[in-house]
C-alpha cells in the first residue's frame, strides 16, 4: 500500500521562475492538503482540494495555485518566485467528506530552493 | 501573537528521564488537539490526539486545558529514539478547520 508520494524531492530555481510540485494521495484517500514549512517553523497551511475543487485556503496570496485530477492527486503551483518561497512543501492526504483532517498522512516532501 | 505557541526548546535530556512540552493556543472556540512527532528531514507524523479527559499512550500522556488554552505532553522514562521536533497541533471548526501547527519543540535524548 503506498503512502503519499511527492515529486521532485528536491529542486532548485531563480527568482521569478515558476514551479510545479506534485502530489499522489494514499491509496482510499480523495483529500490533499499542502503546507509550506520553512526551516525551524511548524507547517503552515496552504490549501486543500476535494472533489477537484479548493475546499479550503490558508493566508498565501494568489501566487500559489493548485489543481486536483479526477484520481485525486494534485498539483501545487508556484509563481513569481521569492527567495522567501524557499521551503519544504509538504502534501498530506485524507479521506475527504467528513472533515476528519486531522488523520493526516503526510508526503516525505518537496525541498525548494530559490537562488 | 501566533496562534500556537511552543516551548522553544531545544531540549536535551539523558535517557530515562521525565520531559515535558507546553503549548498555549490563542482561538478558544478551538475543536481538536494533537501532537505531531517530526524527525530530521523526515514528514510530520501523528503522535497521538489530546482530550480534555487527558489520555495517555504508553510512555506518552497528553493532557488538555480549555479554560487556560494550554495543551502539555509528558514523555516518561525518554529513549534515544524519543529524539525528534514535537509539534503542537491545533484544529478550528467551520472554515477555520484546517490544522495549525506550532513551530515545535525539539527534543535529543543523550546517552
Given amino acids: ?115 | 501573537r501566533k496562534e500556537v505557541e511552543q516551548d522553544p526548546g531545544p531540549f536535551n535530556v539523558p535517557e530515562g528521564a521525565t520531559v515535558a512540552f507546553n503549548c498555549t493556543y490563542s482561538n478558544s472556540a478551538s475543536q481538536s488537539f494533537f501532537w505531531y512527532r517530526q524527525d530530521c528531514r523526515k514528514e510530520p507524523k501523528l503522535l497521538m490526539s489530546v482530550y480534555s479527559s487527558g489520555n495517555e499512550d504508553g510512555r506518552f500522556t497528553a493532557q488538555l486545558n480549555r479554560a487556560s488554552q494550554y495543551i502539555s505532553l509528558l514523555i516518561r522514562d525518554s529513549k534515544l529514539s524519543d529524539s525528534a521536533t514535537y509539534l503542537c497541533v491545533v484544529k478550528g471548526w467551520g472554515s477555520a478547520r484546517q490544522l495549525t501547527f506550532g513551530s515545535g519543540t525539539q527534543l535529543t535524548v543523550l546517552p
Avoid at chain 1, 25 to 32: A, C, E, L, R
Avoid at chain 1, 59 to 68: I, V
Fill in chain 1, 1 to 115: 500500500d503506498a503512502g503519499v508520494t511527492q515529486s521532485p524531492t528536491h529542486l532548485i530555481k531563480t527568482r521569478g521562475q515558476q514551479v510545479t510540485l506534485r502530489c499522489s494521495p494514499k491509496s482510499g484517500h480523495d483529500t490533499v492538503s499542502w503546507y509550506q514549512q520553512a526551516l525551524g517553523q511548524g507547517p503552515q497551511f496552504i490549501f486543500q482540494y476535494y472533489e477537484e475543487e479548493e475546499r479550503q485556503r490558508g493566508n498565501f496570496p494568489d501566487r500559489f495555485s493548485g489543481h486536483q485530477f479526477p484520481n485525486y492527486s494534485s498539483e501545487l503551483n508556484v509563481n513569481a518566485l521569492l527567495l522567501g518561497d524557499s521551503a519544504l512543501y509538504l502534501c498530506a492526504s485524507s479521506a475527504g467528506g467528513t472533515n476528519d483532517n486531522e488523520k493526516l498522512f503526510f508526503g516525505s516532501g518537496t525541498q525548494l530552493s530559490v537562488l
